[in-house]
């Protein structure tokens, strides 16, 4: 483990960063009714995953390029999971905005508005080579993914009743 500025680190960041800011502004019909539903615990776990990865990702130079080596595979595919996150945002703001779109699968991947960054800061340490990541991204995982699963789980349910 290296310690510096990660610019891969930061690129992640603008690309997860970004279009949660723009979801501020477009948040699904019904949202703050099912937000009050949230497990204190899971979204103790999400809250530290998030401040870990953030911070993870920004310190280590671990994640920025280097020669190219059988490695470098696990930053192309963490790079393609980023790139399917956008494109599950692009489709939700292109969307009627309703829960069903926010907590939607994407190409198989249940819940892909959790699933892939977790998956891809993930993969990011694996790449890196960085336990700390990895370990925070289990911790986001937990909370992050454990909360869309939970909220899905209710939408379906919802929807099963009506």
Known sequence: MRFGFSYVG??????????NLMWTRNKPRDYDRYVANESKVLLAFERTGEVLVSTVALIFADFNLRPRTVWSVW??????????YEVFWIRYFRSKKTMADFYSGL???????????VAAFFLLGIYGRNIPMIVSTFIL???HIGIHL???????????RG
Not at 75 to 84: A, D, P, Q, R, Y
Not at 107 to 117: D, E, K, M, S, W
Not at 150 to 156: L, M, N, S, T, V
């Open 141 to 143: 995982g937990i909370g």
């Open 75 to 84: 930053l192309v595919v963490s790079f393609i999971l980023m790139i399917l």
């Open 10 to 19: 930061l690129i992640y960041l603008v690309m997860l960063m970004a279009p």
């Open 150 to 160: 939970a909220h899905a789980k209710e939408i379906r349910d919802g929807r099963q």
């Open 107 to 117: 190409v198989g991947i249940p819940v892909a508005g959790a699933t892939l960054p």
